[in-house]
């Protein structure tokens, strides 16, 4: 993200009043923040977003290809987890999308992304699992 | 891009900032071009039904994809007037496609 221009580092204040109603409702009071970190929110959601298509892909791809590798069982655990991820994930990142605006405009910390972890930790067990089946399961 | 976009709209951002966002919209709408046609490998064991998905997904990358121009614009716009309009259509359109896509596929594996 580029620093916003020392010279218009004070936005205009914008009231409320003068926002349409979904976004005074949803966005609420503070100033306009710099033009530049709402495209780069914007980018920010749609890195996510990518990151739930590709989880939703994979939850997919695993339902669809993998009747000959996996046990039914194992094959519907691996393809749910994907596709659950990819709900959080999507449902996540406009929630964070949401409050990184509020925060913004309200001059306030950013949110950590709360997910983050639990990303992590998910994307590691089902990795987990699925080398743990490799290397026993087929034996 | 449309040839005309930055003839019409010019701006002074050397970042290029419109021109990024713009193409992690193009590059998301393809990535769920993607998603939506592995949901065609559902027909064989789900029936017709798989289809459901794939005209949903496509009906809203459409739908955003339309939209996408006069985002640009504003975004060119509001670059000069300090000011861009959050978009709030666009974030409900796409994030609600994807949760509605996972909901289905969860349903389709787990219940169908």
């Known amino acids: 993200m580029n620093s916003p ?37 914007e980018r920010t959601f749609l890195a996510w977003i990518r990151t739930a298509l590709a989880f939703l892909a994979g939850g997919i791809a695993v339902e669809a290809f993998t009747g000959d590798v996996f046990t039914p069982g194992l094959r519907r655990a691996v393809a749910l987890s994907l596709l659950i991820l990819a709900m959080l994930v999507s449902v996540s990142a406009c929630v ?29 067990l089902v990795a ?11 034996a | 891009m449309n040839s005309r976009e930055p003839r019409a709209l010019g701006h002074d951002d050397p970042g290029l900032q419109p021109e990024r966002t713009l193409l992690a919209w193009r590059r998301t709408l393809m990535t769920l071009l993607v998603v ?27 739908l955003v994809q339309i939209g996408l121009n006069a985002r640009y ?3 060119t716009k509001g670059l000069k007037q300090e000011r861009i309009p959050p978009p709030f259509r666009e974030v409900v359109v796409l994030g609600g496609t994807v949760i509605v896509l996972s909901l289905m596929g969860i349903y389709a594996v787990g219940f169908g």
């Open chain 1, 128 to 138: 987990a699992g699925l080398i743990v089946f490799l290397i026993y399961g087929a």
């Open chain 2, 73 to 75: 614009r504003k975004s």
């Open chain 2, 36 to 62: 939506c046609t592995l949901f065609l490998r559902w027909i064989p064991p789900f029936g017709l039904i798989a289809l459901l998905p794939v005209i949903f997904s496509l009906t809203a990358g459409i």
């Open chain 1, 96 to 124: 964070r999308w949401l409050k990184v605006e509020r925060a913004m405009r309200l001059r306030k910390p950013l949110p950590l992304p709360v997910l983050m972890p639990i990303l992590s930790l998910g994307g590691a």
């Open chain 1, 5 to 41: 221009d020392p010279g218009k580092a004070t936005p205009p204040v914008t009231a409320p009043s003068d926002r349409d109603r979904l976004s005074t409702s949803l966005l609420g009071g503070g100033c306009e923040p710099d033009p530049r970190f709402t495209l780069a929110n």
